[in-house]
Antibody, heavy 118, light 107 residues
Framework: VQLQESGPGLVKTSETLALTCTVS????????WSWIRQPPGEGLEWIGY???????SYNPSLKSRVTISVDTSKNQFSLKLNSVTAADTAVYYC?????????????WGQGTLVPVSS | EIVLTQSPDFQSVTPKEKVTITCRAS??????LHWYQQKPDQSPKLLII???QSISGVPSRFSGSGSGTDFTLTINSLEAEDAAAYYC?????????FGQGTRLEIK
């Protein structure tokens, strides 16, 4: 299984950050799929997940600005984060949970750094 | 939100030394605690699941223990390649949270 994040390398303040995670080597129609971020030099923050039924759960700290969706035909899931500020500058990872409930992450993408700049 | 507090934040250790990293949860999480290793400029790698269950392909010198609120990651006979940051992660309750990380430096 491989996960690969893609999206614009730079986002402007107040705009929408949009990333896609392409999954290869396995079906996205099973298990749980998450977005996790890491500001430069800092720790990890779980953003949210989408499950195999299309259900979602988001971190309350970001819930008002986040949408995670899935495109099973392309074996991809996506992240949208609205109204970004410099505090949203981070490496964004997509990750898989290999169970039918939320638990550990066994496969991660390589991560993509998204700077937010005015 | 469940807060995970790791200690120490940083440790400088010599090869072959035994290392212990602790993770304390702000409330009981059973054994829904997992450990990851992150080397510079890499994504995190899963080491231990459900507090003490080993993962295929992870060296046997890595082990975990604990339940409730107190957990430990132990690295026996440290090797130079173990220089990394280590994170605990709880999946007992949403939102899932991580510890702040412990950075290991090899002398």
């Amino acid at each position: 299984v491989q996960l690969q994040e893609s999206g614009p390398g730079l986002v402007k303040t107040s705009e929408t950050l949009a990333l896609t995670c392409t999954v290869s080597g396995g079906s996205i129609s099973t298990y749980y799929w998450s977005w996790i971020r890491q500001p430069p030099g800092e720790g990890l923050e779980w953003i949210g997940y989408i499950d195999h039924n299309g259900g979602t759960s988001y971190n309350p700290s970001l819930k008002s600005r986040v949408t995670i969706s899935v495109d099973t035909s392309k074996n991809q899931f996506s992240l949208k984060l609205n109204s970004v500020t410099a505090a949203d500058t981070a490496v964004y990872y997509c990750a898989r949970t290999p169970m039918s409930t939320y638990t550990y992450f066994d496969y991660w993408g390589q991560g993509t750094l998204v700077p937010v700049s005015s | 939100e469940i807060v995970l507090t790791q200690s120490p934040d940083f440790q400088s250790v010599t090869p072959k030394e035994k290392v212990t990293i602790t993770c304390r949860a702000s409330q009981s999480i059973g054994t829904s605690l997992h450990w990851y290793q992150q080397k510079p400029d890499q994504s995190p790698k899963l080491l231990i699941i459900y507090a003490s269950q080993s993962i295929s392909g992870v060296p046997s010198r890595f082990s975990g223990s604990g339940s409730g609120t107190d957990f430990t990651l132990t690295i026996n006979s440290l090797e130079a390649e173990d220089a990394a940051a280590y994170y605990c992660h709880q999946s007992s309750r949403l939102p899932m949270t991580f510890g702040q990380g412990t950075r290991l430096e090899i002398k």
